[in-house]
């Protein structure tokens, strides 16, 4: 190992991103899984790695992971001790991909200070992350709307296959729920084992409106086109995976918020992975702040756990920056 001593501290912001939802879990084809997510601006995990004299964290509930994490990559090649803070970190176990952002944030810093060819997709394979989704990677790297192709035979992570960016004027609906988390570890492992066979029809069904109906209309700023095959793609992936998480939708509470907003006619809207947390797609900023607004008055006093928020989608990917 060399030791690139000019840079003595690394700050990575690695964004959170929406997953919307697999294509194919029946893998007839050689590839199972497959998805589809959106990089989000405002949700973050920040970290600093800087040179010490011991190892050192500093990540609040976050610490025993990053040890994990820095162990795991320490078994892989030697690495200088350093003191690892963590300024923000996107909230765990809500659909976001705080897993898989930290441990890139983390593998990536550490590569650029000790000189190491590492980059996220060899990070990812290290940590074992990128087991069912491409999409946290994509969103690490690129940013901006993704589709992955699925999980092979050779074990890698699944490669990103498309890569649009999102129209810039449109505005994502966020909504929370504190009390609840989406499966997570050795309960999500169970829940993909004991879900019932995925039809081949389905899948064909699913990507026709991908490569039919989602991709031209993000392509062509056709907000109409992207929300049916979103909200189809939904509806469909949220039924199959019913059984795992007690209805189409992981909390009551989201599901209650969405169901009013499709009353509105929203049509794009859904569950990020196992949720908790649910989106709407919507055409501008003011759209969706009125939509917050009204949502939260209809609301106020009756989900304790339930906070909304507006954000853009992200168009580029993380920010590593070397500290001199």
Do not use: K
Not at 55 to 73: C, F, M, N, V, Y
Not at 146 to 162: F, K, N
Request: proline residues 6%; hydrophobic residues 45%; aromatic residues 4%.
């Amino acid at each position: 190992m060399s030791s690139n001593t000019s840079v003595q501290a690394v700050r990575v912001t690695a964004p959170a991103r929406l997953h919307l939802g697999f294509l194919d879990l029946d893998g007839g084809l050689g590839r199972r899984f497959g998805g589809l997510g959106l990089t989000l601006e405002g949700l973050a995990t920040r970290l600093v790695v800087r040179r010490a004299a011991t190892l050192r964290i500093e990540g609040g509930a976050e610490t025993a992971r990053l040890e994990r994490l820095w162990r795991a990559l320490a078994e892989a090649a030697p690495l200088p001790p350093v003191a690892i803070t963590l300024e923000g970190a996107i909230p765990a176990h809500a659909g976001l991909g705080s897993g898989t952002q930290l441990g890139l944030a983390l593998g990536v810093a550490l590569a650029r200070l000790a000189d190491l060819a590492w980059d996220a997709r060899a990070v990812a394979r290290l940590l074992e992350r990128g087991a069912r989704s491409g999409i946290g990677l994509g969103a690490f790297d690129q940013g901006g709307f993704i589709l992955d192709g699925g999980r092979g035979r050779d074990g890698e992570p699944p490669p990103v296959t498309a890569r649009l960016p999102f129209p810039p004027a449109w505005r994502l609906l966020l909504i929370f729920d504190a009390e609840r988390q989406g499966l997570h570890g050795s309960q999500e492992t169970g829940a993909f084992q004991a879900l019932p066979a995925f039809a081949p029809e389905l899948a064909g069904e699913l990507c026709r409106r991908v490569v039919m109906q989602l991709l031209p209309g993000l392509a062509t700023a056709d907000l109409a086109a992207v929300g049916a095959a979103i909200g189809e793609i939904q509806r469909r992936v949220g039924d199959h995976f019913a059984p795992a998480q007690g209805g189409r939708f992981t909390s009551p509470a989201v599901a209650e918020t969405l169901a009013w907003l499709a009353d509105q006619g929203i049509t794009g809207l859904g569950q990020s992975s196992w949720g908790p947390t649910g989106f709407a797609i919507l055409p501008d900023a003011a759209t969706a702040e009125g939509l917050r607004a009204a949502a939260e008055r209809r609301l106020a006093g009756r989900h304790a756990g339930l906070r909304l928020a507006v954000t853009a989608a992200r168009n580029r990917g993380a920010e590593v920056a070397p500290i001199a």
